[in-house]
């Protein structure tokens, strides 16, 4: 038995740009062979060579990628894998650079009625 042709790449692939983070988001191919998983890579623009970010299942079209630098233009690429391999690229037509700031999102405060403390909480006890 022969196995499955390669898939094809995968389309209409996006990046939503955060704060040290890349959130990468993709349709399956159109028609084709079938799709076992996607595999995202991401490079600093003009480097040599590319990280896997993830490798994942069929059912799964989006990644986010955090932990990069901000202020920093990143490419991006996806492609869909299936048991005869990995299949043609999809590139993110433009690199995308991050923003510059914090790495993670502050706690909402929030005061509680009558006493005039904020409080830190993530359910509001008071």
Do not use: K
């Not at 159109?30 to 003009?46: H, K, N």
């Not at 060579?49 to 986010?64: D, I, L, Y």
């Not at 991006?76 to 690229?89: E, F, I, K, L, P």
């Not at 005061?111 to 909480?121: E, K």
Request: glycine share 14%; net charge positive.
């Amino acid at each position: 038995m022969e196995p499955p042709p390669l898939p094809g790449a995968p389309v209409y692939v996006s990046v939503t740009t955060g704060v040290g983070a890349l959130v990468v988001l993709w349709a399956p191919p159109l028609g084709g062979a079938p799709v076992s998983g996607y595999v995202v890579q991401y490079r600093e623009q003009g480097a040599a060579s590319w990280v896997t970010a993830a490798t994942t299942g069929a059912g799964v079209t989006f990644h986010t990628i955090d932990g990069l630098a901000g202020g920093t233009t990143y490419e991006v690429r996806v492609a869909a894998r299936n048991d005869s391999g990995v299949g043609d690229w999809a590139t993110v037509a433009r690199p995308v650079t991050l923003l510059v700031g914090t790495t993670r999102p502050r706690r909402r405060r929030h005061t509680c009625a009558g006493r005039g403390r904020p409080v830190m909480r993530a359910r509001r006890r008071c």
